[in-house]
């Protein structure tokens, strides 16, 4: 009886065990299907000369490298201190009143709203100067508080974090709303930050539905603080992210709306 009764258990454990190693299998070959990746050209017979994996067309293009005083040579000036030309108020398409500085740079006039550029743009590489004022004013999000919009729904935040701190999704870097930055990396107040941007927009169907999220990458006075994040949708103050379809769209400044103060210079683009 107790030989029976033990085989019985004994039964039921490897049967058990079957079923788990089963289950594991599968689990596992699926997950093995969605990873597999091919790449196409690859798989034909291996090559066995060097020249088998060389090729020369199409040409690469040029371009002349930038600086700390010139942007690349296929650059896109859209700011250089001149003249606000290339830009328009958002509300009502005026003229842009916020400040022309002697020193080249901008600054924006309280109250007067947001600004953007006349030009729209699909994926870019983005570079824009910007410099929170002295002396310090307010705290938490009313210090230093503006914002670049790429497609002109997305905002990168721009805000004077130094021993100011505030929710980490709506700090200086952070996609706001929705992603932090992987560091804090600005320069003391008064000084002139960099944002160096990539941006890939989302992609829609015909029906208007998103396909695919757009992603960017942002570097912070040569620090990387956003690596490849997906945009989840547009970047409101109150809400979830929205994802209405579009096309290209413009590059978008902040007014704030609380005497924040802060100044920008040196914009260029590169379309992608």
Same mark, same amino acid.
């Given at each position: 009886m107790r030989n029976t009764f033990?085989?019985?258990?004994l039964s039921l454990?490897?049967?058990?065990?079957?079923?788990?190693?089963?289950?594991?299998?599968?689990?596992?070959?699926?997950?093995?299907?969605?990873?597999?990746?091919?790449h196409e050209e690859y798989t034909q017979p291996e090559p066995t000369e060097p020249e088998g994996t060389e090729y020369y067309e199409?040409?690469?293009?040029v371009v002349g490298p930038a600086s700390n005083d010139r942007p690349p040579s296929d650059a896109i000036i859209?700011?250089?201190?001149?003249?606000?030309?290339g830009w328009m108020h958002v509300?009502? #398409?005026?003229? %842009?009143?916020?400040?022309? $500085?002697e020193d080249g740079s901008m600054t924006v006039a309280d109250k007067t709203g947001d600004i953007r550029t006349k030009q729209e743009f699909g994926d870019m590489q983005l570079h824009i100067e910007w410099r929170s004022p002295l002396p310090v004013q307010r705290e938490g999000q009313n210090r230093g508080n503006s914002g670049?919009?790429?497609?002109?729904?997305?905002?990168i935040q721009v805000l004077d974090n130094n021993e100011n701190d505030t929710y980490v999704n709506g700090q200086v870097g952070a996609i706001y709303k929705q992603g932090p930055p992987l560091?804090?990396?600005s320069v003391p107040t008064g000084e002139w930050n960099v944002y160096d941007i990539i941006y890939h927009a989302p992609e829609f169907n015909?029906?208007?539905?998103?396909?695919? #999220?757009?992603? %960017?990458?942002?570097?912070? $006075?040569?620090?990387?603080?956003?690596?490849?994040?997906?945009?989840?949708?547009?970047?409101?103050?109150?809400?979830?992210?929205k994802n209405p379809s579009h096309g290209k769209g413009p590059l978008k400044l902040q007014d704030h709306g609380d005497d924040s103060r802060v100044s920008y210079r040196n914009i260029w683009v590169r379309e992608l």
């Open positions: 033990a085989l019985s258990l454990f490897l049967v058990s065990c079957q079923e788990k190693t089963k289950e594991a299998h599968e689990e596992t070959t699926v997950e093995t299907k969605q990873e597999v990746i091919v199409p040409k690469v293009p859209l700011f250089n201190g001149s003249s606000f030309d509300q009502d #398409s005026t003229a %842009v009143k916020w400040h022309l $500085n670049v919009f790429l497609n002109g729904m997305y905002e560091a804090m990396a015909t029906n208007g539905e998103k396909i695919k #999220s757009g992603t %960017v990458t942002v570097l912070h $006075n040569g620090v990387l603080i956003q690596d490849h994040t997906e945009i989840k949708g547009t970047t409101p103050y109150i809400g979830w992210p």
